[in-house]
């Protein structure tokens, strides 16, 4: 499987932007995925990258960087309900099924 | 509410005991996927079942086991429970074989005592 790192946890101002990023190993990489997760709650899918570049969708975008084996996710215009953690996911060799990440929890403060 | 529905909601049990978590997938989805969410270990892919056959085992324990109906609910089976197996286990479901989203359930929060 894959090996996700992203950072444990970050903070950031209500309107603001924040950037999530997210690194995995680059052999036989094969899809990038973003989740959000609320405290007690299901994930919930934001995007899936394979190839590199920017995707955006509305507030959220989520970058990739295949050579690099680096993606973040960037949210603008922040709102409270943005507080939660954001899983970051990565498919390699054969498998199908993503290795998650430990997720990055983002506390957005007035 | 991903119309993925998980049952029951909580489920509090005793050392050695054994419990069974159902998942019914939405409407049409094939694939049935099951997570596993301890605090220390993040969200752990244990089992993958598609169209009723076993597709993709992960850090299973020998003693959890699963399987899907011919109806497309899915079960997993827990047994000879320790106080490590207190997690959030969550299924998920997504069309395909290799679907690029998983809707997940609301999960089953597992307390062991």
């Known amino acids: 499987g894959q090996n996700i790192d992203q950072p444990t946890e970050m903070t950031a101002t209500e309107g603001a932007i924040v950037q999530i990023n997210c690194t995995y190993q680059?052999?036989?990489?094969?899809?990038l995925f973003w989740y959000q997760q609320h405290a007690g709650e299901a994930p919930t899918f934001l995007s899936y990258n394979v190839l590199d570049g920017l995707e955006e969708k509305g507030r959220f975008s989520s970058f990739l960087s295949r050579s690099k084996g680096y993606s973040y996710l960037l949210l603008k215009e922040l709102q409270m309900k943005d507080s939660a953690s954001y899983l970051c996911?990565?498919?390699?060799?054969?498998?199908?099924?993503?290795?998650f990440g430990r997720g990055t929890s983002l506390i957005v403060h007035p | 509410d991903s119309g993925v529905t998980q049952t029951p909601k909580h489920l509090i049990t005793a050392t050695g005991q054994r419990v069974t978590l159902r998942c019914s997938p939405r409407s049409g989805d094939l694939s049935v996927y099951w997570y596993q969410q301890s605090l220390d270990q993040g969200l752990q892919f244990l089992i993958h079942?598609?169209?009723?056959?076993?597709?993709a085992k992960g850090n299973i324990l020998e003693r959890f086991s699963a399987q899907q109906f011919p109806d497309l609910h899915s079960e997993l089976n827990l047994s000879s429970l320790e106080l490590g197996d207190s997690a959030l286990y969550f299924c998920?479901?997504?069309?395909?074989?290799?679907?690029?989203?998983?809707?997940f359930g609301p999960g089953t929060r597992l307390t062991v005592l």
């Open positions: 996911a990565g498919r390699s060799g054969g498998s199908y099924i993503p290795t």
């Open positions: 998920a479901s997504s069309g395909g074989l290799a679907s690029n989203e998983q809707f």
């Open positions: 680059t052999s036989g990489f094969n899809g």
């Open positions: 079942y598609y169209n009723g056959e076993e597709r």
